[in-house]
């Protein structure tokens, strides 16, 4: 069964700095598709980026980029310039594109941001 | 263009009342995803429908716990004779095809909390 983790129960980051979010997942599937969704305590779950596993390139969007490291099953998000709005959970999922269609997603990172 | 409607926000049940929790999926979406998030947990999977058809139930606990997703409508989950243990976060998620590979959209979740 896949399963993802996220090591890093709590992180913190002084604003405009950059931080780095962990994730590694376990899979035996070669296709598949990885997220990273922001929790703020609104509780909606807003998605950050996304990435396809048979893409090499990392995506980016705007000051969110992940290092995608598929042999090591790893999926990390970077947070440049970070901003107070920034201040959430942040939950990483897989998807394996399969019949299912469900994420299965890691217990979170709690970020809080110091002005 | 309204996102994913959940409601009600917050529900108060005693133990042994049924919970009813509703999600109208985004304009244009037949795909319908229940999650569960406990406390400090990520989100769990529960159910997947379609108009008039459950496509997966994997997820849901096998007694109390049934969902459906009517032909017209708002998807409903409901919980019989709830329990402290089902005081949880639930969350509906909607998409256009089937197992949407571009990351579902969420609603804002119904906190139930069972006293």
Redesign the interface.
Known sequence: AQT?T?SQPEMSVQEAETVTLSCTYDTSESDY?L?W?KQPP??????VI?Q?AYKQQNATENRFSVNFQKAAKSFSLKISDSQLGDAAMY?C?Y?N????????????TKLSVKP | NAGVMQNPRHLVRRRGQEARLRCSPMKGHS?V?W?RQLP??????MV?LQKENI??E??MPKERFSAEFPKEGPSILRIQQVVRGDSA?Y?C?S?VD?????????G??T?LTVV
């Open positions: 993802v996220q598709y997220f969704y609104s509780r909606q779950m807003i998605l996304r396809e939950f999922a998807y594109g399969g019949s299912q269609g469900n994420l299965i997603f890691g217990k979170g | 795909h995803y999650y400090e947990e990520g989100l769990k999977f997947y496509i997966d994997s997820g976060a969350f998620a998409s089937r197992g949407d590979n571009y990351g579902y959209t969420f804002s979740g906190r």
